[in-house]
Each structure stands twice: as C-alpha cells, then as structure tokens.
C-alpha cells in the first residue's frame, strides 16, 4: 500500500553496454520487512540490476533511492555504510581467515558477540574460529550472508545465494531466509533461479526478460502468469 515504508525504489533505470540495452526503464521497490524476488532468464539484466543498485555500474539513467534519498552518486562503500549490501553471484569469501575474523571484517563491530553467535547459530554457520577454507562452498555463501546481516543493514541484496547448495541445504536456508526481516530488520532483494524458492520466501516477485520488466506483483499472481512461464520456457 502507499503507507508502506520503502527501502529502495529503481525508478525508470536503464543501462547499455555499446549497442546491448542491458536495461530498459526498470522499476522497482522494495518495502521495510519485505523479500522481493528478481527473476528471469539468463542475460535479462538481473545482475545488471544488482551492479546499478548497489553502485559498481555507477552509469545508468534513471534514479535509485534508499529510504528516500537517491543515492545515484555514492560509491558503493558509501552505500553500504548508508545500508545497502550485497553480495555477489560469485564466492568472493578469503579462504584464508577464520569465520569470525570474516564476519569482522564485513560487519565491522555492527553486532555484539552474542548476535553473532545466535546468528551463527540461526543459520547452522560452523564457529567462528573455523577456516573458511575448510568449509564447503555453500556453506561459505551462508557465512557471507550471515556477514553481512550481522552489519545490520536495511537492505541485503543477494545474486542467487543458494548456488552451491544441495536440495536439503537449499531447502533449510530459505526457511531461515523467510524469517530474516523480522529477525534482523533487514530487507531483502533476491536473485533466484528456484522458483519454488522464490514461491516460499518471497512476498512479491520482479520478472525481468531482455532487459524489460515483464511482470511484477505479488509472487503467486507472477509465477502462475503465462507470461512468464513462456520468459522461462524460451531460455
Ligand atoms: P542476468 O544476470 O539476468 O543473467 P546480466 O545482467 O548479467 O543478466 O546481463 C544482461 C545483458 O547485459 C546480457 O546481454 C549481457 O551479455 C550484457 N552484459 C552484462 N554485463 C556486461 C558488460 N560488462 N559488458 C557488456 N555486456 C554486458
Ligand atoms: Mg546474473
């Protein structure tokens, strides 16, 4: 509704990269204690989107707002301190420090010593003298979602978290998943491949395809559009 607080608004953004229009006047809000879905086949523009929102395409027309503020000019650090995070699709977690040497660095003293710890244990994260060399990969990918909560941002922007992990761990993260705005006071927009994911954690759902926003809306009215289906089947 029109009362609900946003968190981010993408209003009328468009990116090229030379003659490819990556993005085409793409809207897109995400409210306090939602989790916003952002799908569609591979190269309709998603991490595009991601790259504009989180500042490292800083070239794009069209306005991104946090909580009101546009925030077209800052860096990215800058908007992680403002409270936009994010990761990335690729691992990009130093094998070489320990879990809560990592969580130091990404949280930055953010959360006392018993939030990480029910953090940790929140989502099944091993201890925090543990290698993260010596964690598997989709483990790790929890870790640096854990991270970056435990910075208590407003919004976490995840590139498909869940790469990596099997059936069962998928499963278990989404449940977590689910419960994170209200755990944490942390909005979220997620990249997802799994649509039966995207259907248990997500309120409302983008849908992107050659750069152009194709549906969005509430997730079960979204998924269940022929539109979209047809988005998916033509990949
Ligand atoms: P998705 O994440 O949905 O798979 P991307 O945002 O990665 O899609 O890509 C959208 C389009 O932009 C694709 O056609 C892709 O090839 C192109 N693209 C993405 N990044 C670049 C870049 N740095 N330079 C040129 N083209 C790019
Ligand atoms: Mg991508």
Do not use: W
Request: hydrophobic fraction near 40%.
């Amino acid at each position: 509704s029109e009362s609900d607080k946003s968190v981010l608004e993408v209003e009328d953004v468009s990116v090229t990269f030379g003659s490819i229009k990556a993005l085409q006047n793409v809207n897109l809000k995400v409210s306090e204690g939602e989790i916003v879905g952002l799908i569609g086949p591979n190269g309709a523009g998603k991490s595009t989107l991601v790259d504009t929102v989180s500042g490292f395409l800083p070239s794009h027309e069209g306005t991104v707002r946090l909580s009101g503020e546009n925030i077209n000019k800052l860096a990215p650090n800058q908007r992680a301190t403002a409270g936009l995070r994010r990761t990335f699709q690729q691992d990009r977690v130093p094998p070489t420090l320990s879990v809560g040497d990592y969580i130091e660095f990404v949280a930055q003293g953010a959360s006392t010593r018993d939030e990480i710890r029910e953090a940790l244990e929140f989502f099944g994260c091993p201890s925090p003298r543990t290698r993260i060399r010596n964690v598997d990969v989709g483990t790790r990918r929890i870790i640096e979602v854990t991270a970056h909560l435990l910075a208590k941002p407003k919004l976490l922007v995840l590139d498909e978290p869940a790469a990596g992990l099997s059936h069962e761990e998928h499963i278990a993260f989404g449940q977590r998943l689910q419960r994170v705005p209200e755990r944490f006071g942390t909005a979220i927009l997620i990249i997802e491949h799994d649509l039966d994911l995207v259907r248990t954690v997500c309120q409302r759902v983008t849908v992107l395809d050659f750069g152009e926003l194709l549906a969005e809306g509430g997730v079960a009215e979204v998924l269940d559009n022929p539109e979209v289906a047809k988005a998916y089947m033509g990949e």
